[in-house]
């Protein structure tokens, strides 16, 4: 139940596609959903992140949409570019707890020019 | 804002030697800290969360006594790998948040090499 499910586990897009990476969790008292990339040799670097009160959240050309319900959540990249080619990681959390965060599986993007 | 460094970067060391990871949040606060392991092309896997002043707690199936972490301050942790084998060669990567927020920080991560 403290899983959260990360698909698909790679993708490839053309420069200016719009890739879409989809998480999906069991645990209903996760309240804060973040995403992060990361690049080879690097630390994770927080990008944008949601409560479920809210179903759809965008910073720049991140968006994530939100479906409370459902109990799935998911990151689309407007205009995509080779320099977004990177693994994305989907996580989940419980506001009050130890802020420990539960990681998806990861996504390796690659945008080709 | 929001800067966590980590040092060293990469280390090689031979087996049955300790090795000192050092995590440093410069600009915040940290008053939790994360220690993640990270194997090529897998996910994070959370080691330990320490808070400051207080003894670390490690998730199920990770050594206390291989993977010693101390958190003596609001911006310094440390992460030592005792009696290193190669199988402890991975990329260790810290994370930090301040006060009751949400939002981690992370590291860099040192990548570790035991020969």
């Known amino acids: 139940q403290q899983q959260v499910k990360q698909s698909p586990q790679s993708l490839i897009v053309q420069k200016g596609g719009i890739p879409i990476i989809n998480c999906a969790y069991e645990n209903t008292a996760f309240d804060y959903f973040p995403w992060y990339q990361q690049f080879p040799g690097k630390g994770p670097a927080l990008l944008i992140a949601i409560r479920p009160d809210v179903s759809e959240k965008k910073e720049g050309r991140f968006t994530i949409s939100f479906n409370k319900s459902a109990k799935q959540f998911s990151l689309h990249i407007m205009d995509s570019q080779p320099g977004d080619s990177a693994t994305y990681f989907c996580?989940?959390?419980?506001?009050?707890?130890?802020?420990?965060?539960?990681f998806g599986q990861g996504t390796t993007l690659q945008v080709k020019p | 804002g929001a800067v966590v460094s980590q040092h060293p970067s990469r280390v090689i060391c031979k087996s049955g030697t300790s090795v000192k990871i050092e995590c440093r949040s410069l600009d915040f606060q940290a008053t939790t800290m994360f220690w993640y392991r990270q194997f090529p092309k897998q996910s994070l896997m959370l080691m330990a969360t320490s808070n400051e002043g207080s003894k670390a707690t490690y998730e199920q199936g990770v050594e206390k006594d291989k993977f010693l972490i101390n958190h003596a301050s609001l911006t310094l942790s440390t992460l030592t790998v005792t009696s290193a084998h190669p199988e402890d060669s991975s990329f260790y990567i810290c994370?930090?948040?301040?006060?009751?927020?949400?939002?981690?920080?992370f590291g860099p991560g040192t990548r570790l090499l035991v020969l």
């Open positions: 994370s930090a948040r301040t006060g009751g927020k949400e939002t981690q920080y």
């Open positions: 996580a989940a959390s419980i506001r009050g707890n130890t802020g420990k965060l539960i």
